[in-house]
């Protein structure tokens, strides 16, 4: 068989192979975050009406643009975000397989797939579950192990160590970063221009918490046990107990009062008029620690603290484009799906195919290793650069 032949049918069924996993990992991305298993119903349903989709239906790419992304069933929108996900997938697995050798690839496919999963996922739900971060920690040191040749070496006991440590390098210079902006930038404060009605409402295992007309999860503002939320009042009424021009100082499950001490649990309501507002607020989720250390244990120390200075630097380029032209703007944008491709598309393959020597003149990373994928880590942080204060 000639060369040429050889490699176009081996690199075709890349690219179907991860359309395929494509269609899977969209069925993690839908599940995952609403505790649904990716087992039962064993068959993908519509959204909508949740009938089974037959397999005929189903097939990856060609399905949703026959179908016009409709449900043949009920007629109802099919997103986007599925056809995106499987071409990604199905352009990254091609591009992974055109650049490295196969032990590499494979376990490069299974790297994408865990970022592919855990970006869209927090593009829709603002999480990074563990299945995605943890699980990442762990197939990266096993996949060291098994192929040292991503650790660049070959020795599997050096691999193994060198991808555990680069994982730890990962979540303990992200926590100091965090911990550090948690001191310097901890606190909003927002002063009302008149006073303002507030309300807590206990609702099932949270509450709802009005300030005004802006209404939102109680459970939304404490990231971590310590952190305080206080409201400076000219009146209160908790339940029935009635205070008058008091500082509220709220912890999670708790609330302190003029020195009494009220656990959230035994109160159904509290309302009053707020001057001010003091809230807790972070930079970033705990679950970027974890991504950052799932990046390292497939790619490496130096990955660590490239994705760290480029997402920053990305971030901060994001954070004064929104200074200029409004928030709103860039966030409706970053929401279009076709930028979800063109995300995924130009990070994504941009690394994998400078090994190729496409690209040799814009970005010299020392490993080809550190040359795969850092998109999403990058945009987590451009979305971190459009949602802060």
Same mark, same amino acid.
């Given at each position: 068989?000639?060369?040429?032949?050889?490699?176009?049918?081996?690199?075709?069924? *890349?690219?179907?192979?991860? %359309?395929?996993?494509g @269609? !899977?990992?969209?069925?993690?991305?839908?599940?995952?975050? &609403?505790?649904? #298993?990716?087992?039962?119903?064993?068959?993908?349903?519509?959204?909508?009406?949740?009938?089974?989709?037959?397999w005929?239906?189903?097939?990856?790419?060609?399905?949703?643009?026959?179908?016009?992304?409709?449900?043949?069933?009920?007629?109802?929108?099919?997103?986007?975000?599925?056809?995106?996900?499987?071409?990604?997938? *199905?352009?990254?697995?091609? %591009?992974?397989?055109? @650049? !490295?050798?196969?032990?590499?690839?494979?376990?490069?496919? &299974?790297?994408? #797939?865990?970022?592919?999963?855990?970006?869209?996922?927090?593009?829709?739900?603002?999480?990074?579950?563990?299945?995605?971060?943890?699980?990442?920690?762990?197939?990266?040191?096993?996949?060291?192990?098994?192929?040292?040749?991503?650790?660049?070496?070959?020795?599997?006991?050096?691999?193994?160590?060198?991808?555990?440590? *680069?994982?730890?390098?990962?979540?303990?210079i992200?926590?100091?970063?965090?911990?550090?902006?948690?001191?310097?930038?901890?606190?909003?404060r927002?002063?009302?221009e008149?006073?303002?009605?507030?309300?807590?409402?206990?609702?099932?295992?949270?509450?709802?918490?009005?300030?005004?007309?802006?209404?939102?999860?109680?459970?939304?503002y404490?990231?971590?046990e310590?952190?305080?939320?206080?409201?400076?009042?000219?009146?209160?009424?908790?339940?029935?107990?009635?205070?008058?021009?008091?500082?509220?100082?709220?912890?999670?499950?708790?609330?302190?009062?003029?020195?009494?001490?009220?656990?959230?649990?035994?109160?159904?309501?509290?309302?009053g008029?707020?001057?001010?507002?003091?809230?807790?607020?972070?930079?970033?989720?705990?679950?970027?620690?974890?991504?950052?250390?799932?990046?390292?244990?497939?790619?490496?120390?130096?990955?660590?603290?490239?994705?760290?200075?480029?997402?920053?630097?990305?971030?901060?380029?994001?954070?004064?484009?929104?200074?200029?032209?409004?928030?709103?703007?860039?966030?409706?944008?970053?929401?279009?799906?076709?930028?979800?491709l063109?995300?995924?598309?130009?990070?994504?393959?941009?690394?994998?195919?400078?090994?190729?020597?496409?690209?040799?003149?814009l970005?010299?990373?020392?490993?080809?290793?550190?040359?795969?994928?850092?998109?999403?880590?990058?945009?987590?942080?451009?979305?971190?650069?459009?949602?802060a204060?």
């Open positions: 068989m000639h060369k040429p032949t050889y490699e176009f049918l081996f690199g075709a069924f *890349a690219f179907v192979i991860g %359309a395929a996993v @269609s !899977f990992l969209n069925v993690c991305i839908y599940r995952w975050p &609403v505790d649904l #298993s990716i087992n039962r119903p064993r068959r993908s349903f519509c959204p909508n009406c949740k009938q089974p989709i037959p005929q239906q189903n097939l990856p790419l060609i399905s949703w643009i026959v179908l016009r992304g409709r449900c043949a069933n009920c007629g109802a929108k099919i997103s986007f975000r599925y056809f995106a996900v499987e071409l990604v997938t *199905a352009l990254l697995f091609l %591009a992974i397989w055109e @650049s !490295f050798p196969w032990q590499v690839a494979i376990a490069y496919w &299974v790297f994408v #797939s865990f970022l592919i999963i855990g970006t869209f996922i927090d593009f829709e739900h603002f999480i990074i579950p563990d299945r995605v971060t943890i699980g990442g920690v762990i197939a990266g040191v096993a996949f060291s192990v098994a192929v040292p040749a991503l650790m660049g070496t070959d020795s599997r006991l050096a691999a193994g160590v060198r991808s555990f440590l *680069a994982a730890a390098l990962g979540y303990v992200l926590w100091i970063v965090l911990e550090a902006g948690k001191i310097a930038f901890g606190r909003k927002i002063r009302f008149a006073p303002t009605p507030f309300t807590w409402a206990k609702r099932d295992d949270d509450a709802d918490f009005v300030v005004g007309t802006e209404e939102s999860l109680w459970s939304d404490f990231a971590r310590k952190d305080r939320l206080l409201l400076i009042c000219e009146e209160v009424r908790i339940d029935h107990q009635t205070y008058g021009n008091v500082t509220l100082d709220f912890r999670y499950d708790r609330v302190t009062a003029e020195g009494h001490v009220t656990m959230l649990d035994d109160v159904t309501h509290i309302s008029v707020a001057r001010e507002l003091v809230i807790p607020r972070e930079a970033m989720g705990r679950g970027d620690l974890k991504f950052l250390a799932a990046i390292g244990a497939f790619l490496g120390w130096r990955a660590v603290l490239f994705s760290l200075f480029a997402g920053s630097l990305l971030g901060s380029i994001v954070g004064l484009i929104t200074l200029v032209v409004g928030m709103d703007l860039i966030w409706r944008l970053a929401q279009l799906p076709g930028c979800f063109a995300r995924f598309s130009c990070g994504g393959t941009e690394r994998c195919l400078v090994r190729n020597r496409l690209l040799p003149t970005i010299r990373i020392p490993t080809p290793a550190h040359r795969l994928l850092y998109s999403c880590w990058l945009f987590e942080n451009a979305r971190v650069g459009v949602c204060d």
